[in-house]
């Protein structure tokens, strides 16, 4: 999955913050679904199989209280299969260890040197492939 990033004079550094932009991810991979159903557990694999529509849940924002409709497969691979000890560790490839790290932390932005803590990879690293010309599972600067 990628895509030529927009001109920006900002240039990232390793305390800029990155996360997951889904917009972003499902206008530009129409296989956004069948990645994210590989990275469930084999439980929810077994209980997702049959799903070939979206389907949404209800959820409760822990901050505001509001009640808001999310993606049920997103959903269920945040809250239970990314909370796994064997979701990632560091024999994962690195684009997908720190999409994995996003999802296990509910998307809350990280920056290359805090992703770094997580993953055991160079900080530098993390930062040269994701402030690079391309744009790996819609993992982007926050606005």
Known sequence: MTDQRTFSFVKPSINTTYHIDFDWWKTHDANWRVFLFS??????QGLFANQSNEFFIDWVDPVTAEIIQVDG?????????????????????LVDAI??????????????????DKIGKPAETILRTLSGSQVYKGIRPCR
Do not use: I, W
């Open 99 to 116: 999409f994995r790290v996003f999802l296990a932390n509910g998307n809350t932005p990280l920056s290359p040197l805090e992703l770094s």
């Open 73 to 93: 497969l997103q959903s269920t691979l945040m809250d239970h299969c990314a909370k796994q000890d064997s979701f990632y560790s560091t024999q994962t490839a």
């Open 39 to 44: 990275c469930l557990c084999p439980e929810h």
